[in-house]
């Protein structure tokens, strides 16, 4: 066996083990921000990697693709995939459309385990409905809408993510996917119960005794 083939071989080896991909879908900034803590785990494999049922995958992508790498880069979440639009487009429709065309060979390239989206971009768009046609589960988080266009689009993706997981749409709801991905989204715990710290000394409300008081 050659060198080549050897490592070859290998890469197939660590292929079959590891947990399939869940694309992230990043498409301004702002996603960034708030997407970049699924970005922080390392490879399969790695010290980093919390196992899991699948492995997320940052993809910089919407009408400023390079912004968006670069701020994943400053969070220390850097980017899987990198999807450009070939200069800029003249309109939303343009970018819509180039959104389609480059989300959806992305997906049929190798389907992944699961999409998620967050709020109204193009990109949120595209990707729901190009996972829908391959029937890939689709996650999406709510995000505050900055215009009207972005407040529409992110009702028609609820919808469409609604109807995949409804008997109509035949996909069952990505239970694993949305544990993992609120998981890693969500606060550790002593910050978000900081109240219910046994430090804290609760003063009775009324004019009992002290010794009425708990903590």
Do not use: F, K
């Amino acid at each position: 066996m050659t060198l080549r083939e050897y490592a070859a071989e290998a890469t197939a080896d660590e292929a079959s083990t590891a947990p399939p991909e869940l694309l992230v879908v990043v498409a301004s900034t702002e996603d960034a921000a708030a997407l970049a803590p699924l970005g922080r785990l390392g490879p399969p494999g790695s010290g980093d990697h919390a196992d899991g049922p699948v492995h997320p995958v940052l993809i910089a992508t919407g009408p400023e693709p390079l912004d968006v790498d670069a701020a994943l880069d400053d969070l220390g979440a850097p980017a899987g995939r990198l999807l450009l639009l070939d200069g800029p487009c003249e309109s939303w429709a343009e970018e819509a459309a180039r959104m389609v065309v480059r989300l959806d060979a992305l997906l049929v390239e190798e389907p992944p385990a699961g999409v998620v989206v967050r709020g109204g971009s193009e990109a949120a768009l595209a990707a729901t409905r190009s996972a829908l046609r391959l029937g890939v589960p689709v996650l999406h988080l709510s995000a505050e809408p900055a215009c009207a266009e972005h407040a529409a689009t992110q009702a028609a993706v609820v919808e469409l993510a609604a109807w995949q997981t409804s008997p109509s749409g035949g996909v069952p709801y990505p239970t694993e996917i949305d544990l993992l991905v609120h998981r890693l989204l969500t606060p550790p715990q002593a910050e978000r119960h900081r109240a219910a710290d046994q430090t804290v000394v609760r003063m009775p409300s009324g004019r009992g005794p002290r010794s009425s008081m708990t903590a």
